[in-house]
């Protein structure tokens, strides 16, 4: 088995050297296309003027991947750490961040959805719970490092922004379908078409997958999932100027809990966007967005335990426009987030609500030719009547065409509006009862960066590599308190210091061959030596290797190799010391010759251990395959 999948790899990089000069043409249009970015700073620009460290994973590199988790897509980018595990009663498949500060929740990573926000009244995300299928992901784009000067609170540490596919208006369906062990299989289905000038795209997914094992031997744990997922959007052309763009779409899950109780949560979700957009002239645009998220759950075995809902509402105008014959380029606007709660359970009353404005200013300046300036600032004001600044500044210097060196210095805070459990009396049902503290300070995050990206061999090899320092200040802890009874309540308690270091290189043949490695460095440390909460639960070194490659008679095949050293993580009342380990996961794929849209692949993840343990939730995670089909109708061959 092992030498099958050494194998494996030297064959997809032997193919790679030996094809390094096709295609070069396409190849070099399609490196122009993926360098481009939004996230960074709310406008599109080039990665090289990028105020901040990036990453961009293709919807090429999406499908390449053959993962079945959202979550998967993350696993082998740099300063990610992303941990398989069902931490809570809220059954959260995924630990996420970046940077360090691993827990169930990270508050300080903000996801956001086509540039809507994901955060739930827990402070964080739920990853199996997005509304999204990895088949509608166009691309993702991930900022590394503070970016709360444009986005407030949550964006602490960094930004994933995942953008689905746009409708193209072509009369196409696709069919995709796998199965594999550990009882799991996915169907899904997706239209784009048009109506004149009003495009849209139609997607569904249904996935099931069974139980994990438990780490002590013979025992089966009952955390199913089922899930369902539906995704519109939609592309209306008013005129050369105008456009309107709508989302929508919800979830619809059922979880199974660990518990030793036989329960499970019962996850309903559905939102709706809708942006305008408007060209004020050639160098001036505006764009207005308002969004709308509902989502109920319900934790119950025999009879209900717990249910909540919650109402988010997000309201932005954006202004963009450039000035001074092309030097100058600002960015600005206003955002209204408005969150409320309803929970017997969590929040006993008429329920909770928060809401706050934001506004703020992006600033680029051209001092020379070879020199860039980056300024953003952003004020929030929220319901409890106190006000934080965000603001960063960046300086980058091309010394010569595509190399580029960067300076950067941010202020971040993370206000405890975040998660309303924190502020507010919440929990009383439970032993001890949760008290909220309305008396929190935000945390506040100083960070310190310097960074490189490099292109080489006409764009063909790109190296990036990157140096942060970032003190947590006001870091809020849970801890229990006496008064009036026995509960567990927050404080401003701790002070963390994170270093690190993040260095990839990737070169790539041609749009559909390329290579990467990557490596990541953390260390953490706070005033409390808080092991296994704070310090020491990421891994200090971790090193990424993957690639894909045609293969040749309609094969092509991917990989990804990674390697973790040991950490030490507390979830609740319960400790892992991990060991180090490494994951492989690979997917071979087959088109078939007479029918060019319609393609056989087999793919899987875990593949260097039958089983290994992550989180400290007592749940094994297994060596997992399936095998499938996408077929796509309507399209030429």
Same mark, same amino acid.
């Given at each position: 088995m092992r030498f099958l999948r050494l194998s494996l790899i030297a064959i997809l990089c032997a193919s790679s050297l030996v094809q390094a000069r096709a295609d070069t043409g396409d190849a070099l249009r399609f490196f122009e296309e993926e360098a481009k970015i939004t996230t960074a700073s709310r406008r599109p620009q080039s990665i090289q003027e990028a105020p901040a460290a990036v990453d961009v994973i293709t919807a090429e590199d999406?499908?390449?991947?053959?993962?079945?988790?959202?979550?998967?897509?993350?696993?082998?980018?740099?300063?990610?750490?992303?941990?398989?595990?069902?931490?809570?009663?809220?059954?959260?498949?995924?630990?996420?961040?970046?940077?360090?500060?691993?827990?169930s929740f990270a508050r300080n990573l903000l996801v956001? =959805?086509?540039?809507?926000? #994901?955060?739930? $009244? *827990? /402070?964080?995300? !739920?990853? +199996?719970?997005?509304?999204?299928?990895i088949q509608d992901i166009e691309r993702i784009e991930i900022i590394r490092g503070p970016n709360a000067a444009l986005y407030g609170s949550g964006a602490g540490l960094g930004?994933?922004?995942?953008?689905?596919?746009?409708?193209?208006?072509?009369?196409?369906?696709?069919?995709?379908?796998r199965g594999g062990n550990r009882d799991t299989f996915q169907t899904y289905e997706a239209v784009d078409s048009s109506l004149k000038t009003f495009d849209y795209r139609l997607s569904h997914s249904y996935i099931h997958q069974g139980n994990f094992d438990n780490v002590a031997e013979g025992e089966i744990a009952d955390d199913f999932f089922h899930s369902n997922k539906g995704n519109f959007s939609?592309?209306?052309?008013?005129?050369?100027?105008?456009?309107?763009? =709508?989302?929508?779409?919800? #979830?619809?899950? $059922? *979880? /199974?809990?660990? !518990?030793? +109780?036989?329960?499970?949560?019962?996850f309903n979700q559905h939102f709706e966007m809708l942006k305008f957009s408007e060209k004020l002239g050639r160098n001036s645009h505006v764009e207005v967005t308002s969004s709308h998220n509902d989502f109920t759950s319900g934790i119950s075995n025999d009879i209900p335990v717990s249910h909540s809902r919650?109402?988010?509402?997000?309201?932005?105008?954006?202004?963009?426009?450039?000035?001074?014959?092309g030097r100058m380029k600002s960015t600005y606007g206003i955002d209204y987030e408005l969150a409320k709660v309803n929970s017997q359970t969590d929040y006993p009353g008429p329920g909770v609500k928060s809401w706050l404005y934001r506004g703020y200013v992006n600033q680029t300046a051209q001092i020379t030719q070879h020199l860039l300036s980056v300024g953003a600032f952003s004020w929030e004001t929220r319901d409890n009547g106190k006000s934080d600044p965000n603001y960063q500044l960046s300086q980058l210097w091309e010394a010569i065409k595509n190399h580029t060196f960067r300076l950067s210095y941010s202020v971040a805070h993370t206000v405890p509006t975040a998660s309303l459990l924190d502020r507010h009396q919440a929990a009383t049902l439970t032993s001890p009862p949760v008290y909220g503290n309305p008396d929190l300070r935000p945390q506040a995050l100083t960070s310190y960066e310097m960074g490189y990206r490099g292109g080489l061999l006409d764009q063909h090899l790109l190296v990036d590599a990157d140096l942060f320092y970032t003190v947590v200040k006001d870091k809020d802890e849970s801890f229990f308190s006496d008064t009036p009874v026995l509960n567990l309540t927050f404080a401003n308690l701790n002070r963390a210091i994170a270093r690190g270091a993040e260095m990839e290189m990737k070169y790539r043949f041609s749009l559909t061959r390329s290579l990467f490695v990557n490596y990541t460095y953390e260390h953490i440390t706070d005033t409390?030596?808080?092991?296994?909460?704070?310090?020491?639960?990421?891994?200090?070194?971790?090193?990424?290797?993957g690639g894909m490659a045609d293969l040749g008679h309609g094969f092509s095949g991917s990989f990804n190799l990674g390697y973790k050293n040991s950490y030490f993580i507390a979830f609740q009342a319960d400790?892992?010391?991990?060991?180090?380990?490494?994951?492989?996961?690979?997917?071979?794929a087959y088109v078939l010759p007479r029918y060019k849209n319609a393609e056989l692949y087999v793919a899987g993840q875990n593949l260097t251990a039958p089983t290994h343990q992550e989180y400290a939730d007592g749940l094994a995670i297994p060596r997992t395959y399936q095998a499938g089909m996408n077929v796509k109708f309507g399209c030429p061959i």
């Open positions: 999406i499908k390449a991947s053959g993962a079945f988790n959202l979550w998967d897509l993350l696993r082998f980018r740099p300063g990610m750490n992303v941990i398989d595990g069902h931490p809570g009663i809220t059954a959260n498949r995924a630990v996420v961040s970046v940077r360090g500060f691993t827990e956001l =959805l086509d540039g809507r926000k #994901t955060y739930t $009244d *827990t /402070g964080g995300v !739920d990853w +199996a719970q997005l509304p999204v299928n930004v994933i922004n995942i953008i689905t596919k746009k409708p193209s208006g072509s009369e196409t369906a696709t069919l995709d379908g939609s592309h209306w052309n008013l005129n050369e100027n105008s456009q309107f763009e =709508l989302f929508a779409g919800g #979830t619809w899950n $059922d *979880t /199974g809990l660990e !518990d030793g +109780a036989n329960s499970h949560n019962q919650t109402y988010q509402y997000d309201e932005q105008i954006l202004h963009q426009i450039d000035w001074g014959h409390f030596g808080n092991t296994g909460e704070v310090t020491d639960n990421t891994p200090s070194h971790a090193v990424n290797l400790s892992l010391a991990a060991h180090a380990y490494c994951r492989l996961d690979a997917r071979l």
